[in-house]
């Protein structure tokens, strides 16, 4: 069975800081996705990236980064330089792959809150 | 190019009643599923339709059922309501691709109905 595990309920921090949410994840496939997902006050889930197992680049967006490590099987996020505006829900999502589009697995989710 | 659309926006029932959902998918997009989340979780698989067939499904008894229709929107019902059915309830679209692990695409999430059980 696949598994998400965000350790992190909630952080803080101040304005103009960097910050790092955690994920790791269980699953028994060779073959699988990892997505990061942001859930603003309003309720939508946000699509922020998408990796597969076999890319372990890590990618940067903007103020966005992404480090993925299969040898500990984790998808870390860092934003840098944090705006009031990240704060948010965060939540990481394993999806094995298979026929077709398969379900999301989601983590609880990391509160991140921005203090200006 | 609009996004996932869903309705109504809030619901409040009483247990034992019967709720419909609605969901429009993003353009161009033939697969919808539906996730539940309860207050402070991640969302939780219900069941994702192409085709007009339920393809898969999470673990949630048979009161949560579904649809698809032509035009690829879908419904999700609930009978016989608990207090514990209280969340939020959301619809994602994406393409259905068979193929290579590259091929696959991303779920797209609608904003939600809020439903209150009392």
């Known amino acids: 069975a696949q598994k998400v595990t965000q350790a992190q309920t909630e952080i803080s921090v101040v304005e103009k800081e960097d910050v790092t949410l955690d994920c790791v994840y269980e699953?028994?496939?060779?073959?699988?996705?990892l997505f990061w997902y942001k859930q603003p006050p309003s309720g939508e889930l946000v699509f922020l990236i998408r990796?597969?197992?076999?890319?372990?680049q890590n990618e940067i967006s903007g103020r966005y980064s992404w480090n993925f490590q299969k040898s500990t099987s984790s998808f870390n996020f860092t934003i840098t330089a944090s705006q009031v505006v990240d704060s948010a829900v965060y939540f990481c999502?394993?999806?094995?792959?298979?026929?077709?589009?398969?379900?999301?697995?989601f983590g609880t989710g990391t509160r991140l809150t921005i203090i200006p | 190019d609009a996004g996932v659309t869903q309705s109504p926006t809030h619901l409040i029932k009483t247990r034992g009643q019967q709720v419909t959902l609605r969901c429009s998918p993003k353009s161009g997009h033939d697969t919808v599923s539906w996730y539940q989340q309860a207050l402070g979780q991640g969302p939780q698989f219900i069941f994702q339709?192409?085709?007009?067939?339920?393809?898969q499904r999470g673990n949630f008894p048979d009161r949560f059922s579904g649809h698809q229709f032509p035009n690829y929107s879908s419904e999700l019902n609930v009978n016989a309501l608990l207090l514990g059915d209280s969340a939020l309830y959301l619809c994602?679209?994406?393409?259905?691709?068979?193929?290579?692990?590259?091929?696959?695409?991303?779920?797209?999430f609608g904003p939600g109905t809020r439903l209150l059980v009392l």
């Open positions: 699953t028994r496939d060779t073959t699988y996705y």
């Open positions: 990796r597969n197992s076999f890319d372990e």
């Open positions: 339709y192409y085709e007009e067939e339920e393809r």
């Open positions: 994602a679209s994406s393409l259905w691709v068979l193929g290579p692990i590259g091929a696959k695409e991303t779920q797209y």
């Open positions: 999502a394993l999806s094995e792959a298979g026929f077709g589009n398969e379900k999301l697995t």
